[in-house]
Structures are given as C-alpha cells and as structure tokens.
C-alpha cells in the first residue's frame, strides 16, 4: 500500500478560537501559540484579521515574521472589500507562504443580517475582491460563510466565480453549527459534482460546535473529499467552539482503516499544546474532554497510548515518556528520595516494565524501590 493522502491542518486557534469571550491573548502570548503550532506541524496557521484592530495586525505581522524558515503557511482574514485585503497583505508581506482568507456571507439569513447587499452584489464583489487579492499573492483561501444554509444554486455560482478568478481554496463553513455529518458530507459531495474548476482547488471543511457535532462534521466532509480542515486547539472559539485540531488529528491517525488519509502532525505535542492554549486563555480542559482530557486515558484504551499524545502520566500512573527526571519527581511524591545509583537501577527496571505494560503503576514502582534496595 503506498502513503496515504494528507489532509491539511488550518489551525485557526489565533483568529476563530480567539473569539471565545474572555480568550483574547498579547502579542507575546500569540507568539507562543504560534512558536507550538510550528512545532506541531500544522499546515497553515491563522494568524488574526488585520483589519479588526491594530493589535491584531500587530500580531499577524510579527507572526509573519517568526515562522519565516518554520515550514508553516501563515494566513489572514479578510472580509470582501479592498482596504481589508490591502491590510491582510501588508501584515502578510514577511510570511513565507502566505495566505489572503477572504470570507463573504453567502445565505440569505446572513446576507440580509449582516450586510446589506443582495446576491448578486455579493457575487460581484467576490468577483472583484478575489481577483484583487490574486493579484497580490499567490494562495487565496474563498470561505463563503453560513455555505450549509445556502440556497444551493446560488452557492455553486458563487464558488465558480471565485475559483474563475484564481482562489486557490475553497472552504464551505458550517457557520452556525447546525449541520449534521450525512448533511454537510453531502454538501462536499454536490459541490465536487455540480461546481466546474473544483478539483483544481483545495476543498476545506470548517465547523461550529454548537450541536456537539463539529468533530463528526469535519470527518464527514474529510470522506467526501475535503482535503483542508481548519481547526483550534481544545476546540476554542465562539459560542460552543470550532473542531478541536486533536480529535480530528487521532481520528484519522488511530483509524486510517476508516478514514484513509493522515495529517503531518507530530501528535506527541498534542498535550503540551493543549496545556499552553489552555493556561494562556484562561479556559480550563475539562478531565474528560478527548484526547488531550486528563482523565482521557485509562491501562484498558490500548488503540491509542497516552505517549502518543505527549502525555507522561495518566491519573498519577506513569508512562515511559516520563524519563528519569519524570520518575525521579513522582518517586518523591510518593515518599522515596533515591541516590543517583538506585534512582539507575529502578529507571532500568522502569523503562523495561513500560515497554512491556505502557503503563506502570504507582504499586509496580514501589515493588521496584524495594527490590533496587537489595539486589544491586
Ligand atoms: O465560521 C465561519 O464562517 C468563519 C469564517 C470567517 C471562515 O469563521
Ligand atoms: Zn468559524
């Protein structure tokens, strides 16, 4: 069998996820951020939305700047109009691949909500604006927001136009969190069949939570076809949140049976991802959330191991990824101060046992104290 095909990870944690109330982050912060999504391997990081304040094209800039050599795409939102993407592109100048995000409400609900123009106005202005933006870089992701309560007619033109005119992904969002995974994989389905030019562009998936649903809702449209899914870290965003980028990443990693494609992500940052968005925003993991949880892993969960996500100690048991330094603090918590040469020989013992079991225990430890005592 050769390599499966790779999904692209959009980590919008910075941008989406910082909509959660009370999430917002300094600039030095945001770099953090953007320092552990380098090293987890995402695809394409957002960065922020220039045009919102100057503080947010602040950040989008340096972040621009300090992924320069890191392998990861760095993108910008932007609504349909000129002075935004003229933003977005001024913050973006620096990144190494950069990328313009234009997004235009494409339902009626939307439409007559938040802006005041009718379809077809909007369809001239994603004419007009994607065709600016092309001009000015070479990947510009087209969102055309609330798409699962778009007529669907008039979301298949719309799509055409912006493919017509050079976007080089197409993301079909489920703004509200109201679709279900048989509805939006379909939604993937038709578009592939109906709009001309779409098996030229990367097809995205972006979900909403508000159903519980968004984890299900993004593998659905990854089996339709959706090569691109944009998520957060812990699942943070507006309302009820986006796709956690870790539940979507070790659905396709623990079950490529299933899914039959992967992500670049190196999975054993996942934890110490989660931890830092987490301390950063002030929104506690919750024990049981997956994954990342505290209380996700259990010795009977044996199709994924708790090392596998970069978590050294489960409920207090302890994994090989601990290391000796590891072994050394929770041997103190449990009462025991080794000499260098015993704390040795109980890591020997230690890492054997964790190889055989993947996870010791706080009885087996203590059984290998004892035994470190007497026989050198
Ligand atoms: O949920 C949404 O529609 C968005 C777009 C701006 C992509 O976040
Ligand atoms: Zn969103």
Redesign the pocket.
């Known amino acids: 069998m050769g390599n499966p095909a790779m999904v692209k990870i959009f980590d919008t944690t910075l941008r ?1 996820g910082e909509q959660s109330p009370g999430a917002t982050m300094t600039l030095a912060e945001k770099l953090l951020v953007a320092e552990r999504l380098a090293d987890l391997r995402v695809d394409i990081l957002e960065a922020g939305f220039p045009a919102a304040s100057l503080a947010d094209f602040a950040a989008v800039k340096e972040i621009a700047r300090r992924m320069q050599g890191k392998g990861v795409a760095v993108a910008a ?1 932007a609504r349909a109009n000129a002075n935004d993407i003229e933003l977005a592109w001024e913050a973006l100048r620096d990144a190494e691949q950069p990328v313009i995000h234009i ?1 235009m409400a494409t339902s009626d609900q939307f439409q007559q909500r938040h802006l005041s123009l009718c379809r077809e106005e909007a369809l001239q202005r994603v004419r007009a604006m994607i065709s600016y933006a092309r001009r000015l870089c070479p990947t510009v992701e087209f ?1 055309a ?2 798409a699962t309560r778009t007529e669907r007619e008039y979301l298949y033109r719309v799509l055409e136009t912006a493919i017509r005119q050079g976007a080089t992904t197409i ?1 079909l ?1 489920d ?1 509200v969190g109201y679709s279900s995974p048989e509805e939006y994989g379909a939604l993937f389905r038709q578009v592939c069949k109906h709009v001309p030019g779409i098996e030229a562009v990367t097809l995205s998936a ?1 979900c ?1 939570d508000d159903l519980g649903l968004a984890t299900a809702n993004a593998l659905a449209a990854i089996r339709a076809g959706a090569r691109q899914v944009e998520v957060t870290i812990n699942g943070i965003g507006e309302r009820a949140g986006n796709t956690a980028l870790e539940e979507v990443v070790m659905a396709l990693r623990t079950r490529a049976d299933a899914f039959g494609v992967d992500t670049r992500i190196r999975t054993e940052h996942l934890v110490s991802a989660s931890q830092l968005v987490s301390r950063l925003t002030g929104l506690p993991v919750q024990p049981n959330k997956a994954i990342v949880g505290a209380n996700a892993f259990a010795p009977d969960v044996t199709f994924m191991t708790p090392q596998s996500v970069g978590r050294a100690e489960v409920n207090g048991v302890l994994c090989k990824q601990a290391g000796r330094y590891g072994l050394d603090a929770h041997l103190r918590q449990l009462g025991y101060r080794l000499s260098a040469e015993q704390l040795k020989r109980v890591y020997r013992r230690f890492v054997t046992l964790a190889d055989e079991k993947k996870i010791v225990t706080d009885d087996d430890l203590i059984y290998m104290v004892e035994c470190s005592r007497e026989t050198p």
């Open positions: 989406d939102l997004f969102s927001e609330d993301n969002p703004t972006h909403h």
